[in-house]
Antibody
Framework: EVQLLESGGGLVQPGGSLRLSCAASGFTFSNFAMSWVRQVPGKGLEWVSEISGRAGSTYYADSVKGRFTISRDNSKNTLFLQMNSLRAEDTAVYYC??????????????WGQGTMVTVSS | EIVLTQSPATLSLSPGERATLSCTASQSVSSYLVWYQQKPGQAPRLLIHDASSRATDVPARFSGSGSGTDFTLTISSLEPEDFATYYCQQRSNWPPTFGQGTKVEIK
């Protein structure tokens, strides 16, 4: 069974940093692109970042470019999102999502349960 | 970026009724349109990709249609477990963008 388990969320002050992790199981991790998508509770979905299966290509939403870094460790089947210079508007549930192919194609086939990030003083 | 507008915002129906949800793109996305279902407290679930292809294990009562700028998700006969919020998403142009959602609620 394909599973994605996010961790690393929490309460952080504006300007602070957090590192989210997503542990994957049930599939050959390196064969699939992965994404982070966020959702303000009660609101809609916003794509944040994606990375190809072999980590050769990364992409970011303009709202996080220069502050967030996506990476992956294929030997440990884990996806990461390093978030720096956090702002109140980054407060959201962060989901990791498995895409359909090794290259990024923007179809989020399987989602984790999410981890909540709250940016507040 | 491409803006997706979903209508209606809320759809109040009874079990057994037909649900028709719309998604309109601000410019053509060809057939690169995806639908997700989200229940309260849960992650989204992929329903339809490439406008009309059902994802694995999605019941046949869910169908998608359309191309270009106008798309429809149809649930032929609502089951109790179908009451949820549905989002469309385009993957034609970077960045991927989502509609604001349509909530299907029990009448």
């Amino acid at each position: 069974e394909v599973q994605l388990l996010e961790s690393g969320g929490g309460l952080v002050q504006p300007g602070g940093s957090l590192r989210l992790s997503c542990a994957a199981s049930g599939f050959t991790f390196s064969n699939f692109a992965m994404s982070w998508v966020r959702q303000v509770p009660g609101k809609g979905l916003e794509w944040v970042s994606e990375i190809s299966g072999r980590a050769g290509s990364t992409y970011y939403a303009d709202s996080v470019k220069g502050r967030f870094t996506i990476s992956r460790d294929n030997s440990k089947n884990t996806l990461f999102l390093q978030m720096n210079s956090l702002r109140a508007e980054d407060t959201a549930v962060y989901y990791c999502a498995k895409e359909r192919w090794e290259i990024t194609d923007g179809t989020f086939a399987i989602w984790g349960q999410g981890t909540m990030v709250t940016v507040s003083s | 970026e491409i803006v997706l507008t979903q209508s209606p915002a809320t759809l109040s129906l009874s079990p057994g009724e037909r649900a028709t949800l719309s998604c309109t793109a601000s410019q053509s996305v060809s057939s690169y349109l995806v639908w997700y279902q989200q229940k309260p407290g849960q992650a989204p679930r992929l329903l339809i990709h490439d406008a009309s292809s059902r994802a694995t294990d999605v019941p046949a009562r869910f169908s998608g249609s359309g191309s270009g700028t106008d798309f429809t998700l149809t649930i032929s006969s609502l089951e109790p477990e179908d009451f949820a919020t549905y989002y469309c998403q385009q993957r034609s142009n970077w960045p991927p963008t989502f509609g604001q959602g349509t909530k299907v609620e029990i009448k």
